[in-house]
């Protein structure tokens, strides 16, 4: 679908009506970036909101746009009905909300939701994954066009990595733990318990499914390696994706596993980054590194940095600086080239959203609902602090000189 090379960030992306579709986890490239401008810097709850729309339930996936709709999924009756909702971009009024399946929720974390994977769509259909790994296609109109249950998905996390869209197929990664359970019951210290979670095994996976269909396509084995959240993105016709104690590139066309980085780690959440010819990876935790591969496939680690290394948070790439936050507020900035510390400034909250760069701006988000706008460059420059008051861990999409951020109780947009 979208795609990007090292000659630079490279946007293919459909426009309606000037605007920038946002059809995916992070954007048209999955890097957090938008070519939008004149773009809002102050708003609050009541200030440069264009409307503010309930979303029912319980969901940490985040919008996604394309033209005058939004996207985004929920469930209901703790976490078993799964439903996809369709907003129009302009009113917020809701077009349509489609129960898709019903799902018997397993585990997760207590900041996990049984609706984290963010849809992403190729301007015909809509694609939703739940937490119990099962995939829904529907179309813009709202009817289910096919599902796909083959995966019967379990971690000790729960399920929080986003699909990718890339040349008619669906890519989902499956970076999961063993099940454990007995009549409702999780063990807490056993081996079996930590086997995929802090035990390595070779049960992970990546499916590719026909977009049309939902057939299956081919499904990549990851070999030895831990429980992720990891959202994949496409570089040079190469799947990118990360996971506990690998760094990996596959053919999309067939699954072929074409290169593969030892990379010590758990819980991998951060998505990827590209830039300078590097690949940025963050390691989860056991060690916390951020650690650093050359592009091209034979897997040439460049750098490590292990102090401020993001969770959750996303990294952002705007040339030539690499910025990192961590889940305690800690942003990082280093040069991307090096590793080399610029900056380090600690700011109050907690964070689990991914950063946006939009119109000469880095746009971070917490989890109390504030966005922190601030200046890309060597010295850390706040430029506003627009607080909304809700409970925000979805990241925010960019679409049409707007801004919809997701919370625990609405979607907003600001305008």
């Known amino acids: 679908m979208f795609r990007f090379c090292r000659v630079g960030v490279l946007f293919l992306v459909v426009a309606q009506a000037g605007a920038e579709n946002w059809p995916c986890f992070r954007g048209p490239t999955g890097q957090g970036i938008s070519m939008e401008t004149k773009l809002p810097i102050e708003w609050s709850a009541t200030n440069n909101v264009a409307w503010k729309a309930p979303i029912p339930g319980e969901g940490w996936s985040s919008p996604i746009v394309w033209g005058e709709r939004v996207f985004l999924t929920t469930t209901l009756q703790d976490g078993v009905k799964c439903h996809v909702f369709c907003l129009d971009a302009a009113s917020g009024r809701?077009?349509?909300?489609?129960?898709?399946?019903?799902?018997?929720?397993?585990?997760?974390?207590?900041?996990?939701?049984?609706?984290?994977?963010?849809?992403?769509?190729?301007?015909?259909?809509?694609?939703?994954v739940f937490s119990d790994g099962s995939v829904a296609a529907l179309s813009f109109a709202g009817k289910v066009l096919w599902t796909n249950r083959e995966v019967k998905f379990y971690s000790r996390h729960g399920l929080g990595a986003s699909p990718l869209l890339h040349d008619g197929l669906l890519i989902m990664p499956y970076d999961g733990s063993m099940r454990v359970a007995t009549a409702g019951v999780y063990p807490n210290n056993t081996e079996e318990e930590k086997t995929g979670w802090q035990i390595a095994w070779d049960k992970a996976f990546i499916v590719a499914l026909d977009a049309r269909t939902g057939r299956r396509v081919w499904m990549a084995k990851r070999g030895m390696s831990k429980v992720a959240h990891a959202t994949p993105i496409v570089f040079c016709g190469e799947i990118i994706s990360c996971a506990g104690d690998c760094i990996q590139g596959f053919d999309p066309k067939t699954g072929k596993l074409l290169w593969n980085v030892f990379s010590l780690g758990e819980g991998v959440t951060a998505t990827p980054v590209i830039g300078d010819g590097l690949i940025f990876t963050a390691s989860g935790a056991r060690p916390a590194t951020l650690r650093t591969v050359r592009t091209g496939g034979k897997g040439d680690v460049v750098w490590e940095h292990q102090k401020g290394v993001p969770m959750c948070v996303s990294p952002l790439y705007v040339k030539p600086y690499l910025y990192t936050v961590t889940?305690?507020?800690?942003?990082?900035?280093?040069?991307?080239?090096?590793?080399?510390?610029?900056?380090?400034?600690?700011?109050?909250?907690?964070?689990?959203?991914?950063?946006?760069?939009?119109?000469?701006?880095?746009?971070?988000?917490?989890?109390?609902?504030?966005?922190?706008?601030?200046?890309?460059?060597p010295q850390f420059k706040i430029l506003a602090r627009n607080p909304l008051d809700e409970k925000c861990q979805a990241s925010m999409a960019v679409s049409g000189r707007r801004f919809f951020i997701r919370t625990d109780k609405h979607v907003y947009c600001i305008r």
């Not at 019903?102 to 984290?116: D, I, L, M, W, Y």
């Not at 990082?332 to 000469?360: F, H, I, K, M, W």
């Open 94 to 128: 809701t077009l349509w909300d489609t129960e898709v399946m019903e799902q018997a929720p397993s585990h997760k974390e207590k900041r996990n939701s049984f609706a984290t994977p963010t849809p992403c769509t190729d301007g015909e259909r809509v694609y939703a």
């Open 327 to 377: 889940d305690a507020g800690m942003v990082n900035c280093l040069q991307a080239a090096t590793g080399e510390v610029v900056y380090q400034e600690r700011l109050r909250g907690r964070y689990g959203a991914s950063p946006v760069y939009a119109d000469g701006r880095i746009y971070l988000l917490l989890e109390s609902g504030e966005t922190v706008v601030f200046a890309p460059g």
